[in-house]
């Protein structure tokens, strides 16, 4: 996952809302090697997720489109909130398709790395 095509940059936070599944970890890994931090929330919490977005102040979030409209759901509420990835079916002119970004990707990625 490519995460300089949305503009994410170290230390920022990303929200995956995903099942276990190669996507999930080819995601939380893609933000950790250019320093990103992902934040996996539970998807059996789900009242907690538009809290969360707001809290971690994360523009970029990944769904499973089980989740996608719920996350749809509370989009004027989520302030910071500019990326939404959804894994499978996409159906809002804004969200983007996972394998969208994936299929037009290189599959080389340098690791941030950061000077002490």
């Not at 276990?20 to 934040?39: M, N, Q, R, T």
């Not at 939404?84 to 159906?91: E, F, S």
Request: proline share 2%; aromatic share 10%; hydrophobic share 40%.
């Amino acid at each position: 996952m490519h995460f300089y095509l949305l503009g994410v940059h170290m230390e920022e936070k990303v929200i995956l809302v995903m099942y276990d599944s190669p996507e999930a970890l080819a995601s939380f890994y893609g933000a950790i090697k250019i320093g990103a931090v992902p934040c996996r929330l539970i998807t059996r919490i789900r009242a907690m997720i538009s809290g969360t977005l707001n809290d971690s102040r994360a523009r970029t979030i990944i769904v499973h489109e089980d989740f996608a409209d719920e996350v749809d759901g509370w989009r004027e509420k989520l302030r910071y909130l500019e990326n939404t990835i959804v894994l499978g079916q996409k159906n809002k002119i804004y969200q983007t398709g996972f394998h969208d970004i994936v299929d037009r990707c290189s599959d080389q990625l340098d690791a941030f790395l950061h000077n002490l």
